[in-house]
């Protein structure tokens, strides 16, 4: 009988002492957690979160798919060169000019024609959310004039299959394209023309200063029509020469 007390009184102890004040802890931490915190305590597995992807960082109604800040993260840049001057080739005219993207639906467009394999190897590359700048050549004052912005990533050039077009290739085939294009679409029109002769004169003080400029793609490369750029020369172009005033 003595016994049965003892662990009547034993057990009494350990649930007034021990598990009562346990329940009563647990439940005054759930009164000060939030609701959500709660939840996540209860739902989430303890094992460690798997990375974040790209742009999952920030909340869904913040996410900026493709034109992010200045920072220009997850960006890159081009220059894509266009002839604003009549040329004919087999009959056609084959110049466009910024102000013909302007007038264009939706001003956008398709880059199309591009026939050399570094320049194409540059338009693989391309991603939705690039920016590029339109750039006039073959003309009196060739240079920069304009930005656009990629709308549709690399897929066949039409024009390679069209036995009409100038640029139909035969070697070519649906199965096998050898030639790609991108859709872009005009962002504006810089606020001046930044030529070709002022880039040089930036480019050659570069080379002596270390400068942004220094290897500048469209110096360097002048006969490919769409070339990589640095954000470090665009940031260049677009924050220093665009409003300074140049004279040759």
């Given at each position: 009988?003595?016994?049965?007390m003892n662990m009547r009184i034993t057990s009494w102890w350990y649930l007034y002492h021990v598990e009562m004040p346990g329940k009563k802890r647990r439940k005054q931490q759930q009164e000060i957690q939030p609701k959500?915190?709660?939840e996540d305590i209860l739902s989430s597995p303890q094992s460690p979160p798997s990375p974040i992807k790209?742009?999952?960082?920030?909340?869904?109604?913040?996410?900026?798919?493709?034109?992010?800040?200045?920072?220009?993260i997850n960006r890159n840049y081009w220059i894509m060169?266009?002839?604003?001057?009549?040329?004919?080739?087999?009959?056609?005219?084959?110049?466009?000019?910024?102000?013909?993207l302007m007038s264009e639906p939706g001003q956008t467009t398709i880059w199309d024609g591009v026939r050399n394999h570094e320049a194409k190897m540059n338009i693989l590359c391309m991603k939705?959310?690039?920016?590029?700048?339109?750039?006039?050549?073959?003309?009196?004052?060739?240079?920069?004039?304009?930005?656009v912005t990629i709308v549709r990533a690399s897929y066949p050039d039409p024009s390679q299959f069209e036995p009409s077009h100038p640029?139909?290739?035969?070697?070519?085939?649906?199965?096998?394209?050898?030639w790609f294009s991108v859709d872009v679409k005009f962002v504006r029109r810089?606020?001046?023309?930044?030529?070709?002769?002022?880039?040089?004169?930036?480019?050659?003080?570069?080379?002596?200063?270390n400068g942004p400029l220094k290897d500048l793609s469209v110096i360097r490369r002048q006969r490919l029509s769409v070339l990589p750029m640095t954000k470090t020369e665009y940031d260049f172009?677009?924050?220093?020469?665009?409003s300074r005033k140049y004279a040759d």
């Amino acid at each position: 009988m003595e016994s049965i007390m003892n662990m009547r009184i034993t057990s009494w102890w350990y649930l007034y002492h021990v598990e009562m004040p346990g329940k009563k802890r647990r439940k005054q931490q759930q009164e000060i957690q939030p609701k959500e915190e709660q939840e996540d305590i209860l739902s989430s597995p303890q094992s460690p979160p798997s990375p974040i992807k790209d742009d999952e960082s920030e909340p869904k109604s913040k996410k900026r798919l493709h034109f992010r800040d200045d920072e220009g993260i997850n960006r890159n840049y081009w220059i894509m060169k266009s002839e604003p001057n009549v040329r004919m080739v087999k009959g056609m005219d084959v110049s466009y000019s910024l102000s013909q993207l302007m007038s264009e639906p939706g001003q956008t467009t398709i880059w199309d024609g591009v026939r050399n394999h570094e320049a194409k190897m540059n338009i693989l590359c391309m991603k939705v959310g690039d920016i590029a700048f339109f750039y006039h050549s073959s003309c009196k004052d060739p240079g920069f004039v304009g930005l656009v912005t990629i709308v549709r990533a690399s897929y066949p050039d039409p024009s390679q299959f069209e036995p009409s077009h100038p640029y139909f290739d035969p070697k070519s085939s649906t199965e096998d394209p050898r030639w790609f294009s991108v859709d872009v679409k005009f962002v504006r029109r810089l606020q001046r023309p930044i030529t070709l002769s002022e880039l040089r004169s930036y480019q050659r003080e570069h080379l002596a200063t270390n400068g942004p400029l220094k290897d500048l793609s469209v110096i360097r490369r002048q006969r490919l029509s769409v070339l990589p750029m640095t954000k470090t020369e665009y940031d260049f172009v677009i924050q220093t020469l665009e409003s300074r005033k140049y004279a040759d």
